[in-house]
């Protein structure tokens, strides 16, 4: 069976190939970073998570509270990724970064990019007035050489370490492999619940719950399950974390208030 006919090279017909040949490297290399970070759904006695690994050597872990620009709090995670995305920095993951203030200020130390913002908070409160003074509290940290850590407070005010990103919150939900003996198994104080541990010195592990839990329950999740030998709650009720391709988890919209400090992630040199 004889071939058809091969088109004729013609000088136009090699101008549109070499134009098309163009675009598509253009395109190629103006697509966004893949999104690296490790997202599951976690089950865990019957009670469903989502959760986010970040390995810091793939991945830059930041926390931002005020617009360069206006100098206002982001508020939202949708204003952030408005804001970075705008920067040439797409979100790979975001969430909530700790308890704050009535003036949407955290309630302790905060530290974004080597400046502290706000100090150690030391004080001893009534935990009946919230969740940062049921203590221990504790520090969530990352360094220059991109190494991550959750110490509780006293631990991380010895070490004396000047992190480069810091957000202290509370309470500790595991301390050196136990569960905070605040807890009780059988509280029914339910709710939608965030935190973090150091896997490793470069793997943190975010958590948002999917649905209203004990903090028993979430500390057991963090050491039973994931294997995390300290870990530290973010925050509650208003909890959420994003990611590009699963969108948002957490609490319903509709709980959510204006956060303070925010996790962003981004990919490595971005």
């Known amino acids: 069976m004889p071939h058809p006919p091969l088109?004729?090279?013609?000088?136009a017909f090699l101008l549109r190939a070499m134009v098309a040949a163009a675009v598509t490297a253009s395109a190629m290399g103006c697509a966004p970073a893949a999104?690296?970070?490790?997202s599951r759904e976690v089950v865990f006695d019957s009670q469903s998570y989502f959760a986010v690994t970040v390995d810091t050597r793939q991945e830059d872990i930041e926390l931002h509270w005020r617009n360069p620009d206006t100098a206002q709090p982001f508020g939202s995670i949708e204003a952030l990724k408005t804001w970075?995305?705008?920067k040439g920095r797409p979100l790979s993951f975001a969430t909530n970064a700790g308890i704050y203030d009535r003036d949407y200020k955290p309630l302790g130390l905060y530290v974004e990019d080597g400046k502290a913002l706000v100090p150690l908070n030391l004080a001893h409160g009534n935990?009946?007035?919230?969740n940062f003074s049921l203590l221990p509290n504790g520090v969530f940290a990352v360094y220059d050489d991109g190494s991550v850590e959750v110490r509780t407070t006293e631990a991380f005010r010895a070490a004396a370490r000047k992190p480069r990103w810091a957000t202290q919150s509370g309470p500790m939900l595991v301390i050196d492999g136990e569960v905070n003996t605040q807890f009780d198994n059988g509280s029914d104080s339910m709710k939608w619940r965030s935190g973090v541990c150091a896997k490793s010195s470069h793997e943190a592990v975010f958590v948002v719950s999917r649905?209203?839990?004990n903090f028993h329950s979430f500390a057991r999740l963090f050491r039973d399950e994931l294997g995390c030998r300290d870990a530290l709650f973010f925050d509650g009720t208003i909890?959420?974390?994003f990611t590009p391709d699963?969108?948002?988890a957490g609490a319903p919209a509709f709980m959510t208030k204006p956060y303070a400090g925010m996790v962003a992630v981004f990919p490595k040199g971005r």
Do not use: F, I, L
């Open 239 to 241: 909890s959420q974390a």
């Open 84 to 86: 970075t995305t705008s």
């Open 211 to 213: 649905a209203p839990v």
């Open 7 to 11: 088109p004729r090279v013609t000088p």
């Open 127 to 130: 935990p009946r007035s919230g």
């Open 35 to 38: 999104d690296a970070v490790d």
């Open 246 to 248: 699963d969108g948002y």
